[in-house]
T-cell receptor, first 109, second 115 residues
Framework: AQKITQTQPGMFVQEKEAVTLDCTYD???????LFWYKQPSSGEMIFLIY??????QNATEGRYSLNFQKARKSANLVISASQLGDSAMYFC??????FGAGTRLTVKP | NAGVTQTPKFRILKIGQSMTLQCAQD?????MYWYRQDPGMGLKLIYY???????DKGEVPNGYNVSRSTTEDFPLRLELAAPSQTSVYFC??????????????FGEGSRLTVL
């Protein structure tokens, strides 16, 4: 079965600094997508950004960008200029609609 | 547009009771999903549907049933509730076609406790 791996249970970052959250997709498919979602303490799930395996450029959405490494099948989420409101759980999701275990990000003032 | 609407938001069940979690979307999405999220954990796929009349099992389907009689509605049925089904349940939908990434749109979640 395909598997999404997020190796960082928790991460800390200083406000205004950048942070990278890891995600690797164990799949035999050559064409696939990887999605990232944010879950604040209030519990809702918010879509952040998407990368397709055949996209020529790394995806970018505001302060979110993906460091996509095709050979490793990884799409690491980079959050630039961290804000206190970025403190949340972050989940990676593969094209088979399954999720990784998540990373809890805490932004320190 | 309301997006994805789930009801109820909270429910307490006794062991052995049954109930249905309702989910409706008004975005004309073809795909719909049910996930459960246990405390401090990621989301596990219970069932999904690629269109009206078509459903399929996900990672953790045991103890649940679904139906998809219309594009809009995707109810999740719990039969003979067990404490292991205490969780937060999320319904989601997505649009799979050319030009769409297929990202999930989530409901607000339904917190179920089985005592």
């Amino acid at each position: 079965a395909q598997k999404i791996t997020q190796t960082q249970p928790g991460m800390f970052v200083q406000e205004k600094e950048a942070v990278t959250l890891d995600c690797t997709y164990d799949t035999s498919d050559q064409s696939y997508g990887l999605f990232w979602y944010k879950q604040p303490s209030s519990g809702e799930m918010i879509f952040l950004i998407y990368q397709g395996s055949y996209d020529e450029q790394n995806a970018t959405e505001g302060r979110y960008s993906l460091n996509f490494q095709k050979a490793r099948k990884s799409a690491n989420l980079v959050i630039s200029a961290s804000q206190l409101g970025d403190s949340a759980m972050y989940f990676c999701q593969g094209g088979d609609m399954r999720f990784g275990a998540g990373t809890r990000l805490t932004v320190k003032p | 547009n309301a997006g994805v609407t789930q009801t109820p938001k909270f429910r307490i069940l006794k062991i052995g009771q049954s109930m249905t979690l309702q989910c409706a979307q008004d975005m004309n999405h073809n795909y719909m999903y049910w996930y459960r999220q246990d405390p401090g954990m990621g989301l596990k796929l219970i069932y999904y549907s690629v269109g009206a009349g078509i459903t399929d099992k996900g990672e953790v389907p045991n103890g649940y049933n679904v139906s998809r009689s219309t594009t809009e509605d995707f109810p999740l049925r719990l039969e003979l509730a067990a404490p292991s089904q205490t969780s937060v349940y999320f319904c989601a939908s997505s649009l799979w076609d050319r030009g769409s990434a297929g990202e999930l749109f989530f409901g607000e979640g339904s917190r179920l406790t089985v005592l």
